[in-house]
């Protein structure tokens, strides 16, 4: 998707907005039934949404006119990420893509003896045998504008595609991998390797994920996990190793699978080997990956950081922490559960009047909160969005898998972007 389509979706959204009585009418009767203890969900709540008025009271300051200001908040929230290492820009990180690599595709596992899927990570051949934690020749790391929240992990990236094969952008700027394909990311907290996952495209077309569990003792080791989930403490708290079918409900066929893969979460620097720091979307260009090349960088969509203000509005940033946190389930046939199901759509290139989000009652319970809405404009604390971020109670907490400490970053964001919109007369 062309830069120039974003900036419109924008400018959409802010008209869109500046409409405000189009939204009051949007009410939907609600019934709650959520399945949680009420009574604990409803103190636990009350307390993170008085918790936030302090967080979100400067942003409130910067309120302008107009219901959706573009930028009100952002001054006031600082850098709250590393902006990267001052290495000075080449054209590419990388020179020429290897002509072979010993990341090669894997096979469904059978979980019968002799199982040919390799049952420890040094036996995939993607990573160095002396140090598992650094990616062989042929696989390419990556990182991602808005990443999302893991509890705190430390995450790399990389991507190995068969030989010769291409990458296809779809037209909403997501990417479409051959088969063969295998994408990575390791999981590191603290200092100490927790995981390695392995997210793959299969002969018959099909995606499954896969993690390597690293030894706890801190060897250069890891090895696959089965089926089922695992757990291991880490101190401050207890790290999930997802199970196989939860990779897949969040790497939801409506995201087509893969999810960070994008033109414009892609569309950014990055310090490759050698201290070359190169934009990505060029790199890859230049290694002839795509199957059509998309074109220089500086004409493609680019997402904001959502914790870099320097790097968009306070709008941007949220909808681009959105997007990448909660938009691969809410998003048209992303959920994968029963009964009555909100319709919230957060991908970034839709105005926000279509999220289903501005004045709209929840769906799924409003723990107590007076006058909630999934997003009420101006009132932080009366919007669900944020409450659900802000718990840690079991079903009330969003995203519901894959994360149980509260991100305070994007907690922060959210709650300034909403304190910011001016409430509808
Ligand atoms: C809570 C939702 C969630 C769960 C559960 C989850 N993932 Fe992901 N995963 C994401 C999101 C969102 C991204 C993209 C953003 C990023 O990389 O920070 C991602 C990125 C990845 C990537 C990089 C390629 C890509 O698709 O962007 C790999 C590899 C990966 N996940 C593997 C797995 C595997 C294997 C499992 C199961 C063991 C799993 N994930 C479970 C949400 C999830
Ligand atoms: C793994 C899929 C998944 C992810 C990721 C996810 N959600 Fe949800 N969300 C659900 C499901 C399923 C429901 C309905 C069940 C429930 O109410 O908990 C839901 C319900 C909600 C509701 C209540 C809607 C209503 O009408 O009451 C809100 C608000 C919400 N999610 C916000 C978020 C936010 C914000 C994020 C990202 C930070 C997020 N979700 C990420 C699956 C997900």
Known sequence: MKATTHALALLVAVANLLACSDNDVNFIPVDGGIGVDSATADVSLKTDVSALDTAVAVADAATTDICVP???????????????????????????????????????PTGLPGDPFPQTLLATGCFTPTDLREPVAGVIPYSVNAPLWSDGAMKRRFISIPDSQKIRILPDGDFEFPRGSVLLKTFELDGHMLETRFFVRHDDGEWAGYTYVWNKDGKNEATLLGEDAATRNVGFTTWLFPSRNACLSCHTAAA?????????????DYVYPGNRRANQMDTLDHLGLFELTPGPAATLARYASPGLASTGTIEERARAYLHSNCSHCHRPGGLQTEGNLPDIDVRFGLPLAQTNLINRMPLRGAFGVPGVMLVKPGSAAQSMLLVRMKTTVANVRMPGIGSTVVDDLGVTVIGSWIASMKSCP
């Open 256 to 268: 087509g699978r893969s999810l960070g893969l994008e033109v414009a979460q892609l569309n950014g």
């Open 70 to 108: 573009g930028t009100a908040g952002s001054s006031t929230l600082g850098d709250l990420q590393d902006a990267g290492t001052p290495a000075p820009p080449v054209p590419f990180g990388i020179d020429e893509r290897p002509a072979t690599t010993s990341c090669r595709p894997l096979p469904r």
